[in-house]
């Protein structure tokens, strides 16, 4: 399974972002979906996921500005991301799992495959 993010880029707060996750080798209609962010010197952060009986989960961090999407026809993973602010900035990675559950959905290491990432800056 190989994983592309892209949509990254430098914004304004206040302006939103979509980021997109294109998954080859593997459908995400069959899998667990999730989104992680990364700032310098801080750990890896759960962001969203969304598993594959279309239920969606969010940190209480974005919960409200971010969501998160799937189109299955294109094999691909949206994260639409709003009001964004200078406390988004990171790397945003995407990453799938087919065993991952409900209580360990916020923890990377339960995902098995991880996209290369792409930043995003929010800055004035």
């Known amino acids: 399974v190989q994983l592309q993010a892209s949509g990254g880029g430098l914004v304004q707060p206040g302006d939103s972002l979509r980021l997109s996750c294109a998954a080859s080798?593997?459908?995400?209609?069959?899998?667990?979906v999730g989104w992680f962010r990364q700032a310098p010197g801080k750990e890896r952060e759960f962001v969203a996921a969304?598993?594959?009986?279309?239920?969606?989960v969010y940190p209480d961090s974005v919960k409200g500005r971010f969501t998160i999407s799937t189109d299955n026809t294109k094999n691909t993973v949206h994260l639409q991301m709003n009001n964004l602010s200078p406390d988004d900035t990171a790397v945003y990675y995407c990453?799938?799992?087919?065993?991952?559950?409900?209580?360990?959905?916020?923890?990377?290491?339960?995902?098995?495959?991880w996209g290369q990432g792409t930043q995003v800056t929010v800055s004035s």
């Open positions: 969304r598993f594959r009986n279309s239920n969606n």
């Open positions: 080798g593997r459908t995400f209609s069959r899998n667990t």
């Open positions: 990453a799938t799992s087919s065993t991952v559950i409900f209580s360990e959905v916020s923890n990377p290491q339960f995902y098995h495959y």
